[in-house]
């Protein structure tokens, strides 16, 4: 089953969604306060000189912003519907395997179109754009599975009234 959480950590993920957008504002728009530099261990930390397994002083408004989103997302992409249906699976495996073929393919015409430190910045968001592009497929298979259902529940009830009145004229 690829739904791994309740349905309730929907609601969880998509607050933790919310939660990373006044981070990520306050890293790329909002001066990057003080109060977010600190120390943090560091297995390899890259700036004017490699370090290795050091403590190095760093605002962690983007980390904060990063594991929050990708958090949510992650709560939100892998928990079961309000009313879910053993067949969902099916629609999340079609989901799952359009996701991967787009993701690989936004990222092979990125790297045949894209340069320099761009590049760098959406090969480290790929795996999100994935996720992403999972959640809003399921969402249109997901929408068209109930539409045709509807439709099928409507067919079979107009059928069923139309043979009921049949059989009421023919006693009749």
């Known amino acids: 089953m690829l739904s791994k959480f309740p349905f309730q ?5 998509f607050t933790l ?7 990520a504002y306050l890293y790329f728009w909002g001066g990057r306060p003080e ?20 403590l190095a002083q760093t605002n ?3 980390e904060l912003a990063a594991t929050l989103l990708i ?23 079609k989901a799952l395997i359009n996701a991967l073929f787009f993701s690989i393919t936004f990222w092979l ?8 430190m761009a ?10 754009l994935f996720l992403l592009a999972y959640n809003l497929l399921f969402r249109i298979y997901l929408f068209k599975h109930r539409k045709l259902q509807k439709c099928q529940t409507n ?3 107009r059928q069923i009234s139309l043979s009921s009145q049949t059989d009421h004229n023919l006693a009749l």
């Open 9 to 13: 950590a929907k609601r969880i993920g």
């Open 17 to 23: 969604m919310l939660l990373s957008i006044p981070f």
């Open 35 to 54: 109060a977010f530099n600190i120390k943090v261990f560091a297995i390899v930390s890259q700036y004017l000189e490699t370090r290795y397994f050091v």
């Open 60 to 62: 962690v408004l983007d």
């Open 71 to 93: 958090l949510g997302v992650a709560l939100f992409s892998f928990s079961k519907e309000k009313k879910e249906e053993v067949h969902f699976d099916a629609l999340r495996i």
């Open 109 to 116: 015409l990125s790297f045949l179109f894209v340069y320099g």
């Open 119 to 128: 590049i760098v910045i959406i090969s480290t968001s790929i795996f999100l």
């Open 155 to 157: 067919k079979n009830t």
